[in-house]
């Protein structure tokens, strides 16, 4: 973790420099900062400048991140899985479910099935399990099917180099509405339950293999994830403040491209680099 800030610090002044002598060029400006008298302050004043500040935030920069969210939502949930496929998807995980083995002191094997056939008391407790598997793999097989699904299987030969594959790129997109949802987002896809639950998403992580048997995350593979998340721009709420600051969409795409790009660069770097030095 001290690394990771050590690079953003790192980057942050190494970006700053070059702009200094390239993109915002031009002789030093007079800095003159008048110190105020200090005085205790009035409520009244602080609450008028808290509702005016803050009203201004919510009219500009919130209609901003409420339709991006709300583009970003539908991307995740459009289109929707046909009836018979949400149907064959909830029975496929009730035979789950039923075929597994029910752990019991009885020397004989028995499954779940059979228990609960013949243990009315158990039939609830399985029944929500099988609610709760089958919400899981809904949701998995819609995020697979959904538009965000389609865009990271279609970025895919663009992030492999950095060593991700389409369930990374997914998490990606979704993760541009923060970086926390990053999380979420794998829980849904590999349908390992929720994000707070971390040892069932962490299990299908370590089983994820490519179809050649190689493990899809690896040391390095969390390397460049992590160094990904500390230079690329993955926050709308940022550049729609950057919006409203400047009024004018041009510094934000500006920002959004420059970011990723030197993340993309920076990663690509790490990944390649790593294959053939730990080969």
């Known amino acids: 973790m001290f690394s990771l800030y050590a690079l953003g610090v790192i980057a942050a002044a190494l970006t700053a420099l070059i702009f200094k002598r390239t993109l915002l060029k031009g002789r030093p400006q007079a800095f003159i900062l008048e ?82 056939e013949s243990n009315e008391k158990l039939r609830e407790t399985v029944d929500l399990d099988i609610d709760n598997k089958a919400g899981e793999a809904v949701a998995s097989e819609q995020l697979r099917h959904s538009v965000a699904g389609r865009f990271g299987h279609t970025i895919e030969p663009l992030i492999r180099p950095l060593g991700y594959d389409w369930k990374m790129g997914v998490g990606l997109v979704g993760a541009f509405a923060a970086r926390e949802v990053f999380v979420s987002t794998m829980a849904i896809t590999y349908n390992a339950g929720s994000e707070d639950e971390t040892q069932p998403l962490e299990e299908a992580m370590l089983a994820d293999k490519y179809p050649d048997g190689r493990p899809v995350w690896t040391p390095l593979v969390a390397v460049s994830l992590l160094v990904w998340f500390v230079l690329a721009m993955q926050c709308m709420s940022t550049l729609a403040i950057v919006k409203r600051e400047t009024a004018s969409w041009r510094w934000p795409i500006f920002m959004l491209l420059y970011m990723n790009g030197v993340a993309y660069l920076a990663c690509l770097a790490i990944y390649q680099i790593g294959r053939v030095w730990f080969a």
């Open 35 to 116: 110190m105020p008298t200090y005085k205790v302050p009035q409520l009244s004043q602080v609450a008028r400048q808290v509702w005016v500040n803050t009203k201004a935030f919510v009219v500009k920069a919130g209609t901003i991140i409420f339709c991006l969210s709300v583009i970003l939502w539908a991307a995740t949930y459009f289109p929707q899985l046909p009836p018979k496929r949400v149907e064959a998807i909830r029975n496929g995980a009730r035979e789950a479910v039923l075929n597994a083995p029910f752990q019991t002191t009885n020397p004989e094997p028995v499954t779940v099935r059979q228990a609960y």
